[in-house]
């Protein structure tokens, strides 16, 4: 049974892992960490670590920065291929570094690889790639067995793609890979390892906010910089908001129905990642986000509360025109 309202005691010299669902707050508690016990931040999700999209992806900002430091955002070119095994072998000096790692993300792929491990699979040749990018989602679960397809979450395509790949490239499936993973670079055991609940009403209405809160930073503005480089087969351009926005800037929808758009694939990968976590991390310390003053990427409360989504939608469109 998940544990509720629990309390971690934090140690100084522990490692600590901090999971969540999107606009959780999870960057805020890090940075509390980071700021009262010392500790570098280390970025454990999986679209932060691409350069290109800082606002959408929600990654510290020069403020944030300023305050602690933070290592593995935005360090892969936008284009690049990056997988969890590049991941690990990224994270790793910072597990024997002297300074303690707060390690911090929704990605909940990342940190199963970290403290369960990860099977060594080889690297996927360019070619079984692009096979994979033309195939429909449907397509590629199909083609999967069934012990795989119960790990993997079948609504993220670039999960179930790379199941599809591994398959392909080695004649084994993913499962098959996965039970012969070798022992984790940090066990459980070995650090704090903490979940952010949170409501999904709360949450959902934390999403709406953040997203308007990006346009207002210049997220479109962000988004017409890599207009010219857009390809939808990049890993970064999964960045939520990155294709909405993108198509807004080709005419092809509206900014308010490319911000709905946004806000419901946000609330839908929230979902999605409340129901990773209720699964996979059941002995981790579980805290109610709702409760605790975790302000995450809603640093300024007041600025927040003045927030007119209408108003920002009217004035970024006549900007454009």
Not at 245 to 267: F, Q
Request: charged letters at 20%.
């Amino acid at each position: 049974m998940t544990k509720q309202a629990d309390t971690p005691l934090i140690l100084p010299d522990r490692p600590v892992l901090i999971a969540g669902p999107t606009a959780s707050g999870k960057s805020a508690l890090a940075l509390h960490i980071a700021q009262t016990q010392g500790g570098v931040i280390v970025n454990a999700d999986a679209l932060q670590v691409f350069d290109g999209w800082r606002i959408l992806t929600a990654r510290p900002d020069d403020h944030d920065l300023a305050l602690a430091k933070h290592v593995l955002y935005g360090h892969v070119p936008f284009d690049a291929a990056y997988s969890v095994g590049h991941w690990l072998r990224d994270v790793a000096p910072y597990l024997q570094g002297a300074v303690r790692p707060i390690i911090v993300g929704g990605t909940g792929l990342n940190f199963n690889a970290l403290t369960q491990g990860l099977a060594e699979i080889p690297p996927t040749p360019p070619k079984v790639r692009e096979a994979g990018n033309a195939l429909p989602l449907p397509a590629l679960l199909a083609a999967l067995d069934g012990e795989t397809t119960q790990r993997i979450d079948t609504q993220n395509r670039m999960r179930v793609q790379r199941a599809w790949e591994v398959l392909q490239a080695t004649g084994q499936s993913l499962a098959a890979w996965q039970d012969q993973t070798p022992p984790p670079l940090l066990p459980a055991t070995a650090a704090t390892c903490i979940t952010l609940d949170a409501p999904k009403d709360w949450l959902n209405d934390r999403i709406a906010r953040r997203f308007d809160q990006m346009l207002d930073q210049g997220a479109l503005d962000e988004a017409r910089a890599m207009l010219p480089l857009w390809n939808p087969d990049h890993l970064s351009s999964k960045a939520i908001g990155a294709p909405e926005l993108i198509a807004h800037l080709k005419g092809e929808i509206s900014l308010p129905d490319a911000r709905d758009a946004a806000i419901v694939a946000s609330r839908q990968y929230a979902k999605r990642q409340r129901t990773w976590f209720r699964s996979r991390h059941k002995d981790w310390h579980h805290i109610a986000a709702d409760s605790a003053d975790l302000s995450a990427t809603l640093r300024s409360r007041r600025y927040v509360r003045g927030l007119n989504p209408k108003r920002n939608l009217q004035r970024l469109a006549k900007n454009q025109q």
